[in-house]
Every structure is written in C-alpha cells, then in structure tokens.
C-alpha cells in the first residue's frame, strides 16, 4: 500500500513525515506520523534503524505527540525512529459516540478490535497498529531491498492514558511471539475492566460479555504469561493526575502481578505534583526512551 506524504517537517537532526494511507483492516484512510532520526539521513551502520512505536491517549490525534512529547531529540541522541498512529478512523461516515462524549468513539478507539455494531467494520484498530500498520510502514521505507527502518522486527512500545493502555495491552498479547523488545507506558489505564473509561469503551466495543474483556485487559493479561527472566515494564504516573485513582490505577497491574514471574519487574514511580498533561510526558520522555534504547541494542 502506497503513503502519501501531506507534510515533510525538519526538526531537529531528522524530520517528521506526516503520513496518509488506506488502511483495509479498519476501511478507512488513516493518518500517521513517522520522525526519521539523523542517523536515516547521516547513516555509517549497516545496522537497520529500530522503532519505537507511541501510541497516544483520548482525543488525541498523530499530531499532539509528535509536537508536545519531545522525542525527537531523544530519537536523535539514541538512533531510533518514533511511529505515531493515530487514536481510531476519522470522518463523517465514522460512527461515533451518539452523547459526542470525548472518552468514546471516534479519537477513543481502546486499541480494540470491535465485536459489535454499529462499531466493527471500522474500529479494528489493534489489528491495525500491531500488524497492518507496520507491514505497510515497512513496505513502503524498505523498497526495493533496501533494510534501513525495522518496522517490524527491532521495536518496542510506550504510549499515555488510553495509549499506554494500548501499549501494556499489545505488549503482552504478542509476548510470547516476542514481537515488542520493551514496553513502557506513561499514565495509563492500566485495569480497564475495572474502571469507568473501560468499561464504556469495552462495553461498547466488545459486548456485555465480560469474558471477552479479558483478552486486553493488562491485569488479565500478566497472570497469564511467564516473563522470560529480565523483562521489565517501566511505568510513571502522576500524583498530581486528577484521573489517577478513578480511571488509571497503575498499582493494580502491580497487584495482579503478585505471586507471578513478573512480581517486582513492573517499575511504578508515582511523580510527585505531575498531571496528566504532556509537561508530564515530556519530563520522563528521556528516561522512557533511554529505557528503550537497551532494549533495542542501542546502548549497552
């Protein structure tokens, strides 16, 4: 499938391509951010470029994180480049939440695959940015033969609220395929089942048959896989956060991990005064991304 590129943006060493793309799986053109480090452009390794794929939280678009997180300076430092899909299809013909509420329908997809109508022929979006989404991405960067962007193979995965959902949810999906190298996740929705959010993007997307939630529900999802030995989820959290203790609940994952090979491996470091915002995001975007670049060979 071909890319059309609406906007090409130098900033600093590399430059932010704004994509646009037919996507099959959820039957719509779909929007996506890629940022090309300086190493794409000033390459001495052989070595293909890692990604590291940020899914974004409610409302959100490819654009908030790819102006208001900053890491692009962190991509150029380590040499990797970011993906920024976007939150759910976009249109007129896109059904979305009859109340127009922000925490639902269209800017809210859960990363989901819909079950049910009228929401199923175009909120596939976990098929979409776990598989369609990097199949193209490589096809399109590595024509030819040429293996400069490893879209599929040398990524890992963050993301923010509803992404870092997203993130913790896909993450743990294909763990035992080993398809992410790392996962961390800032502020996210971290028990779905179990809050109001959730349930109502769940509820909507999945049915009333809770037994389907589990399937992406993190703290179903870590009771269930044997970590390999070392991994590790990084997740911040601020205290400041006004939807910390009703939506979030980053300390259940903690808790569902307990008595499981990943207690004591899911790192929770609660900030002190930060909110939900991207001032929150953008000050432990370094420490996120130097988190990643171990993972993905980077940095030793």
Known sequence: MSFKVNAEVSVCGGKLLKLSHYSNVVNNSMDVNVYLPQQYYKKSSDKPIPVIYFLSGLTCSPQ?????AFWQLQADKYGFSVVYPDTSPRGDH????????????????FYVNSTQEPWKKHYQMYDYVHKELPTQLNEYFNKNG??????LENVSITGHSMGGFGALSGYLQNYEAKKYKSCSAFAPIANPS???WGEKGFGNYLGSDKSTWAQYDPCELIKKLPNRGNDRILIHQGS????????????NLVEAAKGTSWEGKIDVHIVDGFDHSYYFISSFVPEHAAFHAKHLGLIQ
């Open 64 to 68: 908030n994180a790819s102006e208001k």
């Open 94 to 109: 896109i059904p979305d939440d009859p109340e127009k509420s922000w925490d639902f329908g269209v800017g809210a997809g």
């Open 146 to 151: 040429a293996s400069k962007v490893d879209f």
């Open 194 to 196: 179990k809050v109001p």
């Open 240 to 251: 400041g956060d006004g939807f910390y203790k009703v939506q979030l609940k980053p300390e």
